[in-house]
């Protein structure tokens, strides 16, 4: 292959690498980092060295993973130290998805695999166990080209995976429906636009936790918010102290959630997590870093 359709074929690589970048770490921008990174290595090399590699898109997935392996080890000491509750970043629905590629049939899976629930359950996971789950399971990477990466053998990296998909199926058992989650964050908009209390507590769920991530950047919470009488003063209030804001129903990766509008920009975007027909996790995005796709 002649060396400019092979960089021509390398750059259009980069929804891909971003795509894969942002499920291993969860933010858009330590995603965009990855990629930055990525290229810059393969551009380091000759050209006669890249004109050799005959699968660049192997070639760079390998070197993206092993970048973000890299990242996600140092990654639970800046969790530690971030102000608040730190809190993957929500992206719109389909946000990853290439047009070219556009398979209808694969929406629904595609979609679920960048929902905050699904990163959320990530975070607890080691980065070998993460990057091997992303690798098999969503981009049905082979394990031994798994373990050219994590630095295990196959059969290892088959075991990091198996762990890992245990962790998401156990996590989602407790799912309801797509239609049962949004008709119960119906019912919370309706409690919480009336200025209901007594509706809103009916459907928190008695454990229902609220974090707020604003990053140290804007107003949020600096704790979790715990109880359905909290959660629901603490929203009812919310909406009170911010009149210019405009809550809009928004579709997400996690079912229907909110947007929150200022002066006709996303501030902050809300996903809930539903079970047994109430809501047992309220998500806030409030950090603007974290809003990237939104704006």
Request: proline share 5%; charged share 25%.
């Amino acid at each position: 292959m002649a060396g400019q359709e092979i960089d021509a074929e390398v750059l259009g690589e980069r929804r891909h690498l971003l795509s894969l970048a942002f499920r291993m770490l969860g933010t858009v921008a330590e995603a965009e980092d990855v990629v930055q990174e990525t290229y810059i290595r393969w551009y380091r090399m000759s050209r006669a060295q890249r004109d050799a590699v005959e699968v660049p898109r192997a070639w760079l997935t390998r070197v993206a993973s092993r970048v973000c392996l890299d990242v996600l080890g140092s990654a639970r000491m800046r969790r530690e130290r971030y102000v608040g509750p730190w809190l993957p970043e929500p992206v719109p629905t389909l946000a990853f998805i290439d047009p070219k590629r556009d398979d209808p049939a694969e929406r629904a899976t595609l979609d679920e695999s960048v929902s905050t629930a699904l990163l959320v359950v990530l975070e607890s996971m080691s980065p070998a166990e993460r990057v091997s789950f992303v690798l098999h399971d969503v981009f049905a990477v082979p394990f031994a080209e798994i373990a050219e990466v994590v630095g295990r053998t196959p059969a290892a990296c088959r075991q990091l995976a198996s762990s890992a998909r245990r962790r998401v199926h156990s996590a989602r058992e407790a799912k309801v429906s797509r239609a049962a989650h949004d008709a119960t964050v119906r019912a919370f908009a309706a409690a919480a636009r009336a200025g209901d209390l007594a509706g809103l507590i009916a459907v928190l769920d008695p454990d229902v936790v609220l974090r707020s991530d604003g990053g140290g950047i804007v107003s949020a919470a600096r704790h979790p918010v715990v109880g359905a009488d909290r959660v629901a003063r603490f929203l009812l209030g919310a909406l009170e102290k911010n009149p210019a804001a405009e809550v809009i129903d928004q579709e997400t990766p996690d079912g229907l959630g909110f947007a929150l509008w200022v002066e006709g920009r996303v501030t902050g975007v809300v996903t809930m997590e539903v079970t047994r027909s109430v809501v047992t996790d309220v998500r806030m995005v409030l950090n603007p870093e974290k809003l990237t796709f939104w704006n």
